[in-house]
C-alpha cells in the first residue's frame, strides 16, 4: 500500500452519494466546485462563525470538561485523515467528535454522517489514546440541534472497508460502478462525463 496517499474523511460523503465522485476527483482531478452551492458556502460561513463564538463554551448536559477546536488528525495505520469540527472530553475520561452539519435533522440519520463520525472516532482513540464509543451531530437547520451516534464494532470495519476501497480507486485508478440510485445522477455535476 502506498503510504502518501491518504484518504480525507470527508471523501465517505462523495464515495456513499456515488464511487465515481472518487474516480473523477482523484484520479482524472476534475474538480466538483463545491463551492458554487448554497448549501456548501452557508455550511462554510457557519464553520467560521462558530470557531469566533462561545469558544469556550462546554456542553454541561453531555459532561463535557473541556473541548479543542478545529482539528487535524492523521491516521498512518489505516491511511486517511481528517479535520475534526470539536472533539469533546467528558468527565468520565472518554472523547468524542462532534460534527457540525448545514441540514435539518431526519428521524433517519445520515449513513455518511454515522461513517464519517466513526472515522473521527477512530482517528481520536488513535491520536489520543482515549475510549471512544459515540459522535455527535449537530443540525444547524433544526435549531442546532445535537444527536448521538452510538459507535459498534461493524461500524468502524464497515468503515475502514470504504477507505480502503477508495484507496483502491486512487491509486490503481479503478473505474467503479455508479451509484444504483439514478435520482443521483440528476443532480450530479459529472453527469455530462459519466458513462
Known sequence: MDEETFVIVSDIIEYNFCPRFIYFMHCLD???HEEKRYKVRRGREIHKLR???NKEYLRKKLNVVRKELDVPLTSNKN???GLIDEILFFDDGTASPMDYKFTEYREKKFRTHKYQSVLYGELIRENYGVVVNR????Y???NNLVQEIEFTDKDLKDALDMVNEILKIIQTGFYPKKT???MK???CCYRNICV
Open 135 to 138: 459522535g455527535y451531530i449537530c
Open 180 to 182: 444504483r440510485y439514478k
Open 185 to 187: 445522477c440528476v443532480d
Open 79 to 81: 491511511n486517511y485523515k
Open 51 to 53: 470557531i469566533k463564538t
Open 140 to 142: 444547524a437547520r433544526s
Open 30 to 32: 476534475i474538480p466538483q
